[in-house]
Structures are given as C-alpha cells and as structure tokens.
C-alpha cells in the first residue's frame, strides 16, 4: 500500500490583516514626511527667524541667546532628531512671540477650528443627501431636463465659489445689513451660523451633484426593479434599497471635502475672527513666529492624513468587496 500525501495550501490571512497593514505603512510614510517637511520649513525661509521674531533693534547678544535656547545653533542632524524627541514627549516647543510652550497655545485653539469643521460637514451632508436624492428621482430617466440643467449648472458655479468670498457675502448680508446673526468670535450658538454655512455651502454643492448621479444610476439597477415588481412602497424603495447603494462615491468625496473644510478654516476663521488655529497661524505668519506655525501645520496635515484613513475604514467596512481591502 502506498500513502499519498495531500498537501494543503496554508490559510490566507484576512483580508483585513492586508488592508490594515497597507493603511497604516501609507500614514507612517505620510507622517514621516510631514514632521521632515514642518521642521525644514523654519530652516527653508530666508533670513534669521529669531531676528524676525524679536525685530530689527534687537540687541545682538539677546538674538544669540534666543537661538542658543532654542537649539538653532546646533548642527541640523541634532535638531532634527531634538525636534522628533519633542514630538513624542509633546513638546512642540516655545513660541517666539509670547513665550508660552506652543503645545498650550494649539490645545486652547484647536477646540474651535475642530468645532467649526465637523459642524459645516454635519451641515453638507445633511444639506446635500436629501437634496441630491431628491434630484436624482426627479431627472431619472431623462425627465426634469429643466430641472437637471439649473440644479447642475447652480451647484457647478456655487461650487466654485472660495469659502472666505461666500463668507464676506454672509457677512455683509447677514451681518451688516440684516443684522441677524454676529460677524466675529464664537460667543453664542448664533456666531457659528455664518462661519459654519461659509464652509458648508460649497461642499454641500458637489456632495448633492454626486449624490444625485448615483441616485438616478441606482434607481435603474435590477434590484430596484424587483423592489417596485413586489409593489414596495416608493419610501422603502428610495431610502431602504436605493439611497444605501448611492452614497457609497459620495462618501468618498465626502472624506476628501472633509479634509479640504480643515484646511478651509483658515481663511474663513479671518473673515471672522475665529479663535482657532486657522487666525493664529495667520498672526504667527505675520509675526514670524515659526514654532507656532511648524506646530500648527503639523496639525492640519495629521487632521487630513486621518479623515482620510477614516474614511477609508468606514468605505471598507460598508463594501467589503471593495478593492480598498482586495487591492
């Protein structure tokens, strides 16, 4: 008698094994590249950052000693590795102008700028969805052309449109000439009206355009003419069957406007007054205090480098299928 020896093939891993461990190498590469390009900024701009800080008639000797404490005059290999040690004890060091450590001076402003984005992309998306939803079973099929040609053509150019010059008009109108609501600071519920609208107006456009493609492309999919064979209702069809498999590209998109709204908050927190990073990064640019700005940035960079792994869990989880876990 002979044996026969059956080899079998060794289990794979799970998908999400592959998929995690793609996700988090792209973030460490992206993070590595973010902290190197933060601290070759202070070094990259033109003249002595200390003397910027301090002034033209500051004495020499007190321009020394600043960079001596800061590190400056040490070889750039030594501040490198200073500034990586820094960024994981969570010293982010000091700021030039007021001399407080710039970890106190982001953690007392990055509560605001937080606020105002996840606000303006709750207020997109709960303005685009039924509104794109709307569209799409409106102009399926080639109806509403009339209907299709103004909705597309309204959000292409509002689309358009930079947040900080919608903002100036929400000022004006709303600020100035109704006087509804405040134009500056974040004192009451009714402050955040017009920021929060400055932000959201734009993404809430394109969020809706997608929305409303998918929507009619859903709605000619063979499962949505099996729901309307069994003579479903026309609600359990559009919001059960049909608006789950729609907003899957919307998603996508979504994440990357999420991203865009972050770094958005910077001019829009000028126009007004917001206290939050966005304004600060501007008087540390206009005061060329660079520790502050090195510190900021890295936060909008890591903000943006998360949503975006975020959202690529959140698409993984809803279709696993999806190329984001096979790829």
């Known amino acids: 008698m002979s044996a026969t020896l059956t080899l079998r093939p060794l289990p794979t891993a799970s998908p999400w094994v592959g998929f995690g461990v793609r996700r988090l190498g792209r973030l460490l590469v992206s993070l590595?590249?973010?902290?190197?390009?933060s601290f070759a900024m202070i070094h990259l701009i033109p003249g002595d950052p200390v003397r910027g800080a301090l002034g033209p008639t500051a004495p020499a000797?007190?321009?020394?000693?600043?960079?001596e404490a800061l590190g400056l005059n040490d070889p750039?290999?030594?501040?490198?590795?200073?500034?990586?040690?820094?960024?994981?004890?969570?010293?982010?060091?000091?700021?030039l102008a007021s001399r407080l450590p710039v970890s106190d001076v982001v953690a007392q402003r990055l509560p605001a700028t937080l606020m105002l984005a996840v606000l303006a992309f709750l207020a997109a998306v709960l303005v685009a969805i039924p509104?794109?939803?709307?569209?799409?079973?409106?102009?399926?099929?080639?109806?509403?052309?009339r209907t299709e040609v103004g909705f597309t053509t309204t959000s292409t150019i509002v689309a358009t449109i930079p947040d900080f010059l919608i903002g100036v008009a929400l000022v004006y109108l709303f600020?100035?000439?109704f006087a509804w609501f405040p134009i500056a600071g974040n004192d009451t519920a009714a402050s955040y009206v017009l920021p929060v609208f400055s932000l959201a107006i734009g993404p809430a456009a394109i969020l809706a355009r997608i929305v409303r493609v998918e929507m009619a492309a859903v709605l000619e999919a063979d499962f949505v003419r099996?729901?309307?064979?069994?003579?479903?209702?026309?609600?359990t069809i559009y919001l059960g069957h049909a608006l789950p498999n729609a907003v899957t590209g919307a998603l996508t998109i979504g994440g990357l406007l999420l991203s865009a709204m972050i770094a958005g908050t910077v001019l829009v927190e000028n126009v007004f007054a917001w206290p939050g990073l966005g304004s600060t990064i501007v008087q540390s640019i206009l005061t060329k205090d660079y520790p502050v700005v090195q510190a900021i940035v890295l936060v909008y960079g890591i903000g943006v480098l998360v949503t975006n792994l975020v959202v690529d869990v959140f698409l993984a989880l809803l279709d696993p299928r999806s190329t984001i876990r096979e790829g």
Request: proline residues 2%; positive net charge; glycine residues 14%.
């Open 226 to 235: 099996t729901a309307r064979a069994k003579r479903l209702p026309s609600r």
């Open 32 to 37: 590595w590249v973010l902290v190197t390009a």
């Open 76 to 95: 750039l290999v030594i501040q490198y590795v200073d500034y990586l040690k820094g960024l994981f004890t969570g010293d982010l060091g000091t700021s």
């Open 61 to 67: 000797d007190l321009v020394e000693a600043r960079r």
């Open 175 to 177: 600020g100035i000439r």
């Open 131 to 145: 509104l794109g939803v709307a569209m799409g079973v409106l102009t399926r099929r080639g109806h509403g052309r």
